[in-house]
């Protein structure tokens, strides 16, 4: 599972420029605030746009870990088991 702001990302950049109706349609748009960079919200900086969000992701900031799609600091993400 790839983390929901990188796949947002993802799905923006996976069509060319020059298409104006990409096969599939637009993107999903990522809703939600706009986390403040110089005042972030305490946890993880993600949460309030996140689809994914936990209660527990407003209270700690997420450790990165290994995952399928590589290296994720997400809470709702499952880690590679070792």
Known sequence: ???P???AWQ???????WRL???GGLPKPV???VPN?????????????????REECKLAVPEPRTT???MAACIAVEPVSA
């Open 1 to 3: 599972m790839v983390r």
């Open 5 to 7: 702001q990188a796949g």
């Open 11 to 17: 799905s923006a950049n996976s069509q060319p420029a």
């Open 21 to 23: 109706a990409p096969p």
């Open 31 to 33: 809703t939600g605030e």
């Open 37 to 53: 960079p110089i005042w972030p919200p305490p946890g993880c900086a993600f949460h309030p746009r996140c689809p994914l969000m």
């Open 68 to 70: 399928q799609a590589g």
